[in-house]
T-cell receptor, first 111, second 116 residues
Framework: DQQVKQNSPSLSVQEGRISILNCDYT??????FLWYKKYPAEGPTFLIS?????DKNEDGRFTVFLNKSAKHLSLHIVPSQPGDSAVYFC??????????FGTGTRLKVLA | NAGVTQTPKFRILKIGQSMTLQCAQD?????MYWYRQDPGMGLKLIYY???????DKGEVPNGYNVSRSTTEDFPLRLELAAPSQTSVYFC???????????????FGNGTRLTVT
């Protein structure tokens, strides 16, 4: 049973435009959410996180939005750059240190 | 600062063989994790540990064993390798202060395992 879902396996965006990556979850007890970026042949690297007490967190070009009622979070990248091309994973935990990851979305930023 | 180090990087096993995937971290992190990533799939949690001597099952623990005798090391053992265990395995660690958004999971670069 997939508790964290990323329904878009891939996304292509023009350089300079906004990239929006989406993530849905089923467990209402999740209270901490993270986004990771992964390049080929490397481990995932942390991008940005958000606690369930917030609905938005911003870090430079990256903003994460959380809609608890819809059990949905999204990652916005503005402006998108070719170096942002990677696989993006969302992850969630429920008051423990057990992190559950989604299936990932491959982002391709076209120059 | 090496972070999370995984060895080996690649390995090919025959069905029924056993092996240990090594993971070491030098950040004095209490929490350590093993994930596997199958093609087109996300990261699935195999086992995790909240400190030396304490381990717990994740989403897909069958066919694996772990131990945590020291804070630094968290080896993953495959006793009877099966083709279904062909995957990329990632080890990760996590420090103190969950409330700090600057203490996320730190991942190693993975071990690519093929069982034939």
């Amino acid at each position: 049973d997939q508790q964290v879902k990323q329904n878009s396996p891939s996304l292509s965006v023009q350089e300079g435009r906004i990239s929006i990556l989406n993530c849905d979850y089923t467990n209402s007890m999740f209270d901490y959410f993270l986004w990771y970026k992964k390049y080929p042949a490397e481990g995932p690297t942390f991008l940005i996180s958000i606690s369930s007490i917030k609905d938005k967190n911003e870090d430079g070009r990256f903003t994460v939005f959380l809609n608890k009622s819809a059990k949905h979070l999204s990652l916005h990248i503005v402006p998108s750059q070719p170096g942002d091309s990677a696989v993006y994973f969302c992850a969630a935990s429920e008051g423990t240190y057990k992190y559950i990851f989604g299936t990932g979305t491959r982002l391709k930023v076209l120059a | 600062n090496a972070g999370v180090t995984q060895t080996p990087k690649f390995r090919i096993l025959k069905i029924g063989q056993s092996m240990t995937l090594q993971c070491a971290q030098d950040m004095n992190h209490n929490y350590m994790y093993w994930y596997r990533q199958d093609p087109g799939m996300g990261l699935k949690l195999i086992y995790y540990s909240v400190g030396a001597g304490i381990t717990d099952k994740g989403e897909v623990p069958n066919g694996y064993n772990v131990s945590r005798s020291t804070t630094e090391d968290f080896p993953l053992r495959l006793e009877l390798a099966a083709p279904s265990q062909t995957s990329v395995y990632f080890c990760a660690s996590f420090g103190q202060g969950r409330q700090s958004y600057n203490s996320p999971l730190h991942f190693g670069n993975g071990t690519r395992l093929t069982v034939t």
